[in-house]
């Protein structure tokens, strides 16, 4: 039985409570815009993409070690969706096309992605390609409905069946397509470590000995979002709702969970009410700070009292989850 905190009866306060650092935060983020838009947390926009599409499209980001990857494609039609554009961004120089694909996961090298690549509207395949353009050979079939999520040491995480009602997580190796562990709900995977959703808490499956750890959630919310460090060691859980009890109010509520012995840590400022739940994200710096883009960039390390805000605020036409340029 779950012995989770209850909910309060009323909004938290809005907006994420911390002090502008005098001397910045030293975070730039790659912004899920279109086109998608390089921002100084301190000094604000540094500009947008060349060579990337803009327009009504569909944008997302992700990090393949200290490398953003842009992924970007029409709006999906009544027909279907079309695969993404796939991009390198490589700082000054103009972004790298790594052609289309139906989904991208950071490789575990953090130089390489595996993608998903539709060769005709039934038949895909699983290709691992270097952050060069190198493919890794001609890649392996897969099923189009295949979503690739992460790649760890352990594996690379999938979710099969995409969309439909028999959806399944499994971590699988790569090299021979063989399931390592498969679960109804892998939340996230890191290193070692897999964090599974169950009905009412979570389990921190170690892989190496197989020993199981239930996690009491702190707050009662089935589904939590769970983002692990960079080194793998916490993950922070975001309890934040789109659609506070009663209310159209959107709240956030960030936890750090300890993956080595399952205790949590709640962040400073927290709950609090946001207009930017859908179009914020969260990332985690090589340095191991927290940080969320949500109005202005806010950076937390943990331990600290309380969270550094960048100087520079985020328009509304530029809000967008974002993960940090190194």
Known sequence: MSSARPKPTT??????DGRVATGGIGVELLLATSPPTVFDADTGVRGTLPGVPGGRRVVSVLRAGHTPVVLTAPPCQASGCE????????????????????????????????????????????????????????????????????????GLLITVGSGTANTVDVLIDPA???????????????????????LTDLTVLDLRSGARKPVTLPVPEPNPAVLPSRDGGVAVVDFGTPS?????????????LNLRDGT???????????????????????????????????????????????????????????????
């Not at 992605?113 to 539709?118: A, G, P, S």
């Not at 390592?180 to 996230?188: D, G, Y």
């Open 244 to 256: 506070f009890p009663g209310t159209g109010t959107q709240t956030r509520d960030l936890w750090l």
């Open 264 to 326: 949590w840590q709640q962040a400073p400022s927290m709950p609090y009410s946001t207009e930017n739940l859908k179009r914020s994200g969260l990332e985690w710096t090589e340095a191991g700070d927290l940080v969320v883009d949500d109005g202005a960039v806010a950076a937390w390390h943990p331990g600290e009292p309380a969270w550094r805000l960048g100087k520079a605020k985020l328009a509304s036409a530029q809000q967008a989850a974002g993960v940090a340029t190194s």
């Open 176 to 198: 021979t397509g063989r399931s390592v562990h498969q679960s109804p709900r892998i939340l996230a995977a890191a290193g070692d470590r897999l964090v599974l959703g169950e």
């Open 11 to 16: 909004p938290p306060p809005t907006g994420l």
């Open 83 to 154: 695969p993404a554009e796939v991009y390198v961004y490589l700082g000054l120089s103009t972004p790298r096309s790594l052609g289309k694909a139906v989904s991208a996961a950071p490789g575990a090298d953090g130089t390489s992605v595996w993608l998903i690549r539709q060769d005709s509207p039934d038949l895909c395949r699983l290709e691992h390609v270097a952050l060069t353009g190198i493919s890794f050979g001609r890649g392996t079939v897969a099923s189009c409905r295949t979503l690739v999520r992460v790649e760890t040491s352990r």
